[in-house]
């Protein structure tokens, strides 16, 4: 009889958690959406998708570039893909689309960087462990430090509103998982004293005793608070909206930002936070656990649902309830995620190459695929799978190598061959002669990344020519000597 996978995986449910009934139907959708998103784009790495035209159902033409704050998204749910099926085409799909925002590292002018970077380069590299997306990811840790102000203590958001002197917005408490992890990283105090100060402030200041959030803190040059209000939510100048507005999608930054904030700092204020954040929310969904664009929309016209929102809260829950163990966040992300794969909020039935609909940019702008819902949606989904141990293929970080001319070269008796790897691992170097056979080998061991050199000795050898083979689990490279007695 075959297995079920859903039985399989129920087996290591948490107490009273429910099983995902249709985790085998989301995956097969976003795989055949992600398919369908690189066929629209016609498989160009330079195109990001960022929302859907609500016209057509397909990706925005104008939205593709890798200035929009959404760019890293794609390429972040590619490496998802890859890491869900190990199948390679996913991981050549997700380096190109990575590998395209690496000017993305320096845009300096909003606090995106994060967005735009950890979700491509960071997903990459907790997958590959490779040097040169660790280099990009620090270079991005590097822009994000530089819009930090010490006498405000916190990182300025954005700089194109005019309406604002500094203001900082709860989305922000995302992007500093960037910072968090380099300082991590590269053990570096000043980073993390950053990212502290700022989760600190965003703390005092964007949540309501409620647990409710702001969506923008404007603040003097000392420090002060200006104002508070929100532009993408249900703002004072719309009618019925009045000063109070809790835009769902802010709310969700603030239950994934918080409780990703633990996990760095382990203060249990953030938790705190995180579970009341986490409770607004709840305890204000609607019976199909999507919420309106902001819970306090008045105006019946403009209250489109939000599937973004739901989205990045069913990953941050599950993460929660890794910490907290209350199996209401589970059972809630789950519920999300059946929801999310449902026909009301899956394109199953649609043209749309997004994988879910019925997300809100801002007010008054519903019924839109993004691809920021899609990429929460398979976090969700992967941290769900992680939760009840399902199988993941095994992805081994690949090893790479460098090797150098030898030297001298021709030699008579030594020559010195010089090699690199990026990673720690098993790495192979050997001697062929010209007809292949094996001469000798030099190094059959795991090596913790670094340059290297060895000398080989090649006495008793006649002259001739020689080849050095250096091998890793996925790399083989080659170079040509000359033994000259
Ligand atoms: N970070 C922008 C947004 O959530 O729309």
């Not at 195109?47 to 593709?64: A, V």
């Not at 997700?94 to 000017?103: I, R, V, Y």
Request: proline share 4%; hydrophobic share 35%; glycine share 6%.
């Amino acid at each position: 009889m075959p297995i079920n996978p859903v039985e399989l995986y129920s087996q290591s449910l948490p107490q009273n958690g429910i099983p995902f009934h249709s985790l085998d139907i989301a995956l097969e959708h976003a795989e055949d959406k992600l398919n369908g998103t690189l066929l629209e784009l016609n498989y160009n790495p330079t195109l990001h998708p960022s929302e859907t035209s609500r016209e057509t159902g397909k990706w925005d033409t104008s939205k593709l570039d890798r200035y929009e704050w959404t760019s890293g998204f794609f390429s972040g749910s590619l490496w998802y893909m890859y890491k869900i099926t190990g199948d390679e085409n996913w991981k050549e799909f997700a380096e190109s689309w990575t590998e395209d925002l690496e000017d993305a590292a320096t845009i300096s002018y909003d606090h995106d960087t994060g967005f735009r970077i950890f979700n491509s380069f960071g997903n990459g590299y907790k997958l590959l462990k490779n040097r040169s997306y660790y280099s990009v990811l620090l270079r991005g840790a590097n822009t994000l430090s530089n819009r930090y102000n010490p006498t405000i203590g916190a990182i300025k958001s954005w700089d194109w509103l005019d309406t604002a002197n500094f203001p900082v917005i709860i989305d922000n408490l995302m992007n500093l998982e960037l910072l968090f992890w380099t300082a991590d990283t590269i053990e570096n105090e000043e980073l993390y004293n950053q990212a502290l100060s700022h989760a600190d402030l965003s703390l005092t200041h964007h949540m309501r005793d409620d647990g409710s959030t702001y969506h923008i803190v404007d603040f003097s040059d000392e420090g002060t608070v200006l104002k508070k209000f929100t532009t993408q939510g249900c703002n004072s100048t719309a009618p019925g909206c009045g000063d109070r507005s809790v835009w769902a999608r802010g709310q969700a930054w603030a239950v994934y930002g918080f409780t990703m904030i633990y996990r760095f700092t382990n203060e249990d204020r953030f938790l705190q936070a995180a579970i009341k954040a986490s409770d607004y929310f709840i305890e204000n969904l609607p019976e199909d656990r999507v919420p309106i664009y902001d819970f306090l929309e008045p105006v019946p016209s403009v209250r489109s649902k939000d599937a973004s929102a739901s989205a990045i809260v069913a990953s941050g829950l599950f993460e929660l309830y890794s910490y907290t163990k209350n199996v209401l966040y589970f059972n809630t992300a789950v519920d999300i995620l059946e929801s999310l794969t449902s026909d009301n909020y899956s394109t199953i039935n649609s043209d749309s190459n997004a994988i879910l609909k019925k997300s809100t940019i801002h007010r008054g702008k519903g019924n839109v695929g993004t691809s920021y819902a899609d990429y929460y949606y398979l976090e969700a989904i992967i941290r769900y799978m992680e939760l009840v141990q399902s199988d993941f293929p095994n992805i081994e970080p690949e090893i790479k190598l460098y090797l150098d001319q030898n030297y001298p070269n021709p030699f008579n008796n030594s020559t010195l061959i010089y090699y690199s790897t990026e990673q720690e691992g098993r790495v192979e170097l050997a001697i062929y002669d010209y007809t292949g056979r094996l001469v000798q080998t030099l190094v059959d061991r795991s090596l913790p990344s670094g340059n290297y050199n060895i000398l080989f000795n090649s006495s008793g050898l006649p002259s001739g020519i020689y080849f050095y083979v250096l091998r890793s689990n996925k790399q083989t490279l080659s170079k040509k000597m000359t033994l000259l007695k």
